[in-house]
């Protein structure tokens, strides 16, 4: 069982370049979601899905966007990278359960912005 | 809103020390509550939760106890060891119809041989 896929783990882009994080899963899980984790900043929700065709912003989705046109995938899309958007992302998926139940996290996509 | 305070760190340890990592938080209700834990180079996985007060979520030797007196959801393992060290979250739901969680900023935790 694959759980959550991220791809790719490593990358490096030059300001204003485009780029797609992609993000699967396998479990039919409705909930998906993007993270990005800086140090001392903990987890910040990007973007987030509860079901196919449906997406919402989350606490810092600026220069980031998400279409979720099946339950297995969820692609971010960075539109013109900023050196600020140097971070670690983590996709999640979770079955629907108003919260209760855990989130599962792919490996994560490590991205440097020159 | 929902909220999480977490004990910042690095904490430090030797080998088969006590550990207590401290959580509080701020909900609505009494909604679930998670730790998860992130090793080296990994995404974050579920080490364990407690769905209500005075639940005791459990795995892996770590042990928290949702209390509601306290507000407070604090993770101790009674002997840690090299492998255990790891950045350590707490969460707990946003609250309403949809998953978000709220994570605490994390607490790395370096355990020596």
């Known amino acids: 069982n694959a759980g959550v896929t991220q791809t790719p783990k490593f990358q490096v882009l030059k300001t204003g370049q485009s780029m797609t994080l992609q993000c699967a899963q396998d479990?039919?899980?409705?909930?998906m979601s993007w993270y990005r984790q800086d140090p001392g900043m903990g987890l910040r929700l990007i973007h987030y899905?509860?079901?196919?065709?449906?997406?919402d912003q989350g606490e810092v989705p600026n220069g980031y966007n998400v279409s979720r046109s099946t339950t297995e995938d969820f692609p971010l899309r960075l539109l013109s990278a900023a050196p600020s958007q140097t971070s670690v992302y983590f996709c999640?998926?979770?079955?629907?359960?108003?919260?209760?139940?855990?989130?599962?996290f792919g490996d994560g996509t490590r991205l440097s912005i020159l | 809103g929902n909220s999480v305070t977490q004990m910042e760190g690095p904490v430090t340890l030797s080998e088969e020390a006590f550990l207590t990592i401290n959580c509080t938080y701020t909900?609505?209700?009494?909604?679930?509550l998670f730790w998860y834990v992130q090793y080296p180079g990994e995404g974050l996985q579920l080490l364990l939760k407690?769905?209500?007060?005075?639940d005791k979520g459990s795995n892996k030797g770590f042990e928290a106890t949702y209390r509601k007196e306290t507000t407070s959801f604090h993770l101790e393992k009674g002997s840690v060891q090299v492998s255990d060290s790891a950045v350590y979250f707490c969460?707990?739901?946003?609250?309403?119809?949809?998953?978000?969680?709220?994570f605490g900023t994390g607490t790395l935790l370096a355990v020596q041989p």
């Open positions: 969460a707990l739901p946003e609250g309403g119809a949809t998953n978000k969680l709220i």
């Open positions: 899905s509860v079901g196919a065709g449906i997406t």
């Open positions: 407690a769905t209500k007060a005075d």
């Open positions: 909900a609505t209700g009494y909604p679930s």
């Open positions: 479990m039919n899980h409705e909930y």
């Open positions: 999640a998926s979770s079955s629907h359960g108003q919260g209760n139940q855990p989130q599962h």
